[in-house]
Nanobody, 124 residues
Framework: QVQLVESGGGLVQAGGSLRLSCAASGRTFSSYTMGWFRQAPGKERAFVATINWSGGSITYVDSVKGRFTISRDNAKNTVYLQMNSLKPEDTAVYYC?????????????????WGQGTQVTVSS
């Protein structure tokens, strides 16, 4: 069992930055692929970024490429999402998730554990 706790959300003006963190319990964090998803009001949960166990495979949704960076620190059992040049359309609840897959995966159905989410609001 893995428990995931997100932090770092908040209110920021367009063009600003936030860094989300996701702390995981358990001793097997380094074996999981980790992902970030987001859900805007009235919309389905959508893929944002994923990083495999070693950090050697990373994938982003096109809309965040060049603005967001996913990283992980296996010694700290933590995955991060650095978000720069934020736009109002980035407003959503952001969730981190853990997958048994050994490669980066972009679909929610492939993730086994989810955090509770953290709100990110970008004002125009």
């Amino acid at each position: 069992q893995v428990q995931l706790v997100e932090s770092g959300g908040g209110l920021v003006q367009a063009g600003g930055s936030l860094r989300l963190s996701c702390a995981a319990s358990g001793r097997t964090f380094s074996s999981y692929t980790m992902g970030w998803f987001r859900q805007a009001p009235g919309k389905e949960r959508a893929f944002v970024a994923t990083i495999n166990w070693s950090g050697g495979s990373i994938t982003y949704v096109d809309s965040v490429k060049g603005r967001f960076t996913i990283s992980r620190d296996n010694a700290k059992n933590t995955v991060y999402l650095q978000m720069n040049s934020l736009k109002p359309e980035d407003t959503a609840v952001y969730y981190c998730a853990a997958s048994f897959a050994r490669v980066a995966v972009t679909t929610a159905v492939n993730y086994n554990y989810w955090g509770q989410g953290t709100q990110v609001t970008v004002s125009s």
